[in-house]
């Protein structure tokens, strides 16, 4: 492979290795973490995956991470004159990029101007040292998979100690000042079944039977403000605005209003992880406020 025009995926995009073979790729909305496949017009659907056909009509067939050989991020650079580019298209004449140096006055002489940006389209003979570059997404993507499976995904939680074993468990007591605790079948013969729900594994305990009762849960700084994490979506960390900037909750453009469990309104964002400051795990004793 040697010219972008050869490439499935022309110019710019990803691509995943299934069973040998190569696809056009990109994560699969809604299904994370599946990587979609994407074939082109006119070849088989890769052997053995559904078909999903996505809002703006195109259709993919998604795969689990693991079931995947390769996937990644592909981009192409040239130099024209001596100075880098980054390919924004390719025509079996021309090339076209984006500026990637830093020679102003150059820039300015040979060049066109986007906003801040330089780019310009050159015939191929004047083109030098075009280059594929690979941006690994998979390993990424098999890392944060473990991340978020070691922490639940930043969820909020409750937990028991019963003679020694922790179990989740409920935030709160119930109306007799019982403590739900779900255990399965692994559980102290002093435990009573929950009546409410009793084929769920869950047993109700006394505060006098535990040795800890706490609740976990994170908070997070995004744009400089405080949230309280409550899950994932798509691989990225939402959390609950928990500052009091009336000016960053209208102006900002930053998130979203949404109801919360209890019906009140609450201001939401969602992020990459790699966009958090101040990730910090918090635990409270919910013993010492009985």
């Known amino acids: 492979m040697t010219d972008p025009a050869g490439f499935p995926v022309p110019v710019k995009g990803e691509a995943a290795v299934f069973r040998g073979e190569l696809f056009r790729a990109r994560g699969a909305v809604g299904l994370w973490p599946c990587v979609e496949l994407l074939p082109e017009a006119g070849r088989p659907a890769p052997e053995?995956?559904?078909?999903?056909?996505?809002?703006?009509?195109?259709?993919?067939?998604?795969?689990?991470?693991?079931?995947?050989?390769?996937?990644?991020?592909?981009?192409?650079?040239f130099r024209w004159r001596g100075e880098l580019f980054e390919c924004t298209a390719a025509t079996p004449t021309t090339l076209s990029g984006d500026y990637l140096g830093s020679d102003e006055h150059f820039a300015k002489e040979r060049l066109k101007r986007l906003a801040t940006d330089y780019y310009g389209v050159f015939p191929r003979e004047e083109v030098t040292e075009l280059e594929e570059h690979h941006e690994d997404l998979l390993?990424?993507?098999h890392a944060l998979v473990r991340r978020l499976a070691e922490v639940d995904h930043f969820r909020p939680k409750a937990y028991a100690v019963h003679r020694g074993r922790?179990?989740?468990?409920?935030?709160?007591?119930?109306?007799?000042?019982?403590i739900a605790l779900t255990t399965g079948h692994?559980?102290?013969?002093?435990l009573n079944a929950d009546a409410q729900d009793p084929g769920d594994g869950r047993f109700l305990?006394?505060?006098?039977?535990?040795?800890?009762?706490?609740r976990i849960h994170w908070t997070f700084r995004a744009d400089g403000e405080p949230f309280d994490a409550v899950g994932t979506v798509d691989g990225r960390i939402k959390g609950v605005y928990?500052?009091?900037?009336?000016?960053?909750?209208?102006?900002?453009?930053?998130?979203t209003e949404e109801r919360g469990p209890d019906g009140a309104r609450r201001y939401t964002v969602v992020v990459d992880l790699d966009g958090v400051d101040d990730?910090?795990?918090?635990?409270?004793?919910?013993?010492?406020?009985q």
């Open 242 to 255: 928990t500052g009091g900037s009336w000016g960053f909750v209208a102006h900002s453009g930053f998130l």
């Open 139 to 141: 390993q990424p993507l």
């Open 48 to 77: 053995g995956l559904a078909r999903r056909e996505a809002a703006d009509g195109s259709v993919g067939y998604p795969v689990a991470p693991e079931s995947l050989e390769a996937w990644y991020a592909v981009t192409w650079t």
């Open 186 to 190: 692994d559980r102290s013969e002093d």
């Open 205 to 214: 305990a006394t505060l006098e039977q535990l040795d800890a009762w706490y």
């Open 279 to 289: 990730l910090e795990q918090h635990r409270t004793d919910l013993l010492a406020d």
């Open 166 to 178: 922790t179990y989740e468990a409920a935030a709160e007591a119930d109306a007799s000042g019982l």
